[in-house]
Nanobody
Framework: QVQLVESGGGLVQAGGSLRLSCAAS????????MGWYRQAPGKQRELVAR???????SYADFVKGRFTISRNNAKNTVYLQMNSLKPEDTAVYYC??????????WGQGAQVTVSS
């Protein structure tokens, strides 16, 4: 059984900051890449940021310069620091963890709401 527990979502005014965390536990073998996706109402889920085991990062254009992804391999935890938030960042944010067998696990989702 694998569990991904997310925390850190909430309501913030435009221009504010939030930090999301996602901790993986259970019988998850060798974590590979970790990432964050988001899904706004009526829209498809989209990649926000991704980080490899070695620490290489990639970001969607719409968050570059505002969001930072990081991870703690010892704690099997991935973080997303979100700064300069905009109303269009409002969505449910999901963490995703891939193992080296190509299996992806999803978190339960964290609501992020940015008011104007």
């Amino acid at each position: 059984q694998v569990q991904l527990v997310e925390s850190g979502g909430g309501l913030v005014q435009a221009g504010g900051s939030l930090r999301l965390s996602c901790a993986a536990s259970g019988s998850i073998s060798r974590i590979n890449a970790m990432g964050w996706y988001r899904q706004a109402p009526g829209k498809q889920r989209e990649l926000v940021a991704r980080i490899t085991t070695g620490g290489s990062t990639s970001y969607a254009d719409f968050v570059k310069g505002r969001f930072t992804i990081s991870r703690n391999n010892a704690k099997n935890t991935v973080y997303l620091q979100m700064n300069s938030l905009k109303p269009e960042d409002t969505a449910v944010y999901y963490c995703a963890v891939d193992n080296f067998n190509g299996i992806r696990y999803w978190g339960q989702g964290a609501q992020v709401t940015v008011s104007s």
